[in-house]
């Protein structure tokens, strides 16, 4: 028997079309999502405890990125200065939809603003801390005050003034972070957008 394939392609042919249709649909719709309103992200590991543990979700929007920057005391998703992400179009289809998407990224809190003095030292009682322009930050979302990764000449523990359009990011968990301590400064273009609110597990559901 003969399979006459143009025959076959024209009954197909408006299921086919239906099916693309719907694929570039859902594609653009991802896109605009991810790119205009937010994310869903897990936490990796523990170097935000105890507001962040490992295996929480989260939701991260990026609406507010188009008419303001980040503030201090927010937590933030952004690839570390360190990482070269590439701009091929399949790279920036990958990071557009989250489709496969390996790219480094971190989370942790807005500590040190654009023109800010800042330095990270232990108090005469031991406790270390964040001092901005030589005031002592209250931070009471860090997770211990004694156990911190003492400063060395190699990391970024100042005093330092930071530049424009750049930031200073800490994990609240000071004792186990790879933060600005360590890579310095964040370039604001940086950013991805601000952690907003914890929904997984529903036992820890909370706004960030």
């Known amino acids: 028997m003969k399979v006459n394939f143009k025959d076959l392609y024209e009954k197909i042919k408006p299921a086919l079309k239906e099916t693309v249709e719907t694929v570039v649909f859902v594609i653009v719709m991802v896109i605009i999502i991810r790119f205009f309103i937010g994310e869903i992200r897990w936490i990796p590991s523990g170097s935000m405890k105890p507001t962040l543990i490992e295996g929480d979700r989260i939701f991260v929007e990026r609406f507010s990125r188009f008419y303001s920057t980040p503030k201090r005391g927010d937590v933030m998703v952004f690839y570390p200065p360190f990482y070269e992400l590439k701009y091929s179009p399949i790279k920036v289809f990958q990071r557009l939809t989250g489709f496969f998407c390996k790219d480094i990224a971190y989370i942790k809190r807005v500590i040190g603003m654009p023109g800010d003095k800042l330095e990270v030292k232990k108090d005469s009682d031991g406790k270390y801390g964040v001092y901005i322009n030589d005031k002592k930050l209250d931070e009471p979302y860090v997770m211990s005050e004694e156990d ?39 370039p604001e273009d940086r950013f991805i957008g601000r952690a907003v609110f914890l929904f997984w597990p529903v036992w820890r559901t909370k706004g960030l």
């Open 148 to 186: 911190y990764i003492p400063c060395s000449d190699r990391m970024y523990c100042g005093p330092l003034i930071i530049p424009e359009h750049n930031y200073f990011m800490m994990g609240d968990n000071r004792g186990n972070s790879q933060d600005s301590r360590f890579w310095g400064f964040l």
